[in-house]
């Protein structure tokens, strides 16, 4: 196994056999990576001040504004999986911080639409933008088929994790 698959030691339980050789290869480094993302989540809320469900509210929002979709409070509870109460208390805490703000919705009177701030935007790229310019550029480098492969098994990872929700 190459040593940079695997620079904890710590690999999968499956017996490392040559008919699986390669396949443990690659969860093992597709656990480094989960590991390494983990680890820049973990210094994004560390810089920014925040936990993961604002980090995660703020990218929401951010995603919504960016496709040119409306988002309200009570579709962010619902993304987040949250209370409306908790949604509120969520929504309190990053319009205080300057992330975001609430103004009425464009088209319902009754609703309210989140808006990320210009101070989110800065600081999310000054935080992130050097790392994903990076990440993008790895991914810019494959060839066609390489991207189709590893979309192809990110994708049904991504089904194995989920299996039957």
Not at 27 to 36: E, Q
Not at 104 to 131: C, Q
């Amino acid at each position: 196994m190459p040593e940079t698959a695997n620079p904890t030691g710590a690999g999968y339980w499956y017996p490392q056999a040559p008919e699986t050789a390669v396949g443990v290869d690659v969860l093992n480094s597709l656990r480094a990576y989960r590991a390494a993302e983990a680890g820049m989540r973990r210094r994004t809320r560390d810089s920014m001040r925040m936990n993961e469900t604002d980090l995660l509210a703020i990218r929401y929002v951010m995603q919504a504004r960016q496709a040119g979709r409306a988002i309200g409070p009570k579709d962010l509870s619902r993304i987040l999986n949250i209370s409306t109460a908790s949604t509120t208390a969520l929504l309190d805490r990053l319009e205080k911080g300057g992330y975001l703000t609430r103004r009425p919705h464009p088209t319902d009177r009754r609703a309210l639409e989140i808006i990320p701030t210009e101070n989110a935007d800065h600081e999310v790229r000054e935080t992130l933008g050097k790392m994903h310019r990076k990440m993008l550029d790895a991914a810019d480098a494959l060839t066609p088929q390489e991207a189709g492969t590893i979309t192809r098994f990110l994708r049904e990872m991504t089904q194995a994790v989920e299996g039957d929700q």
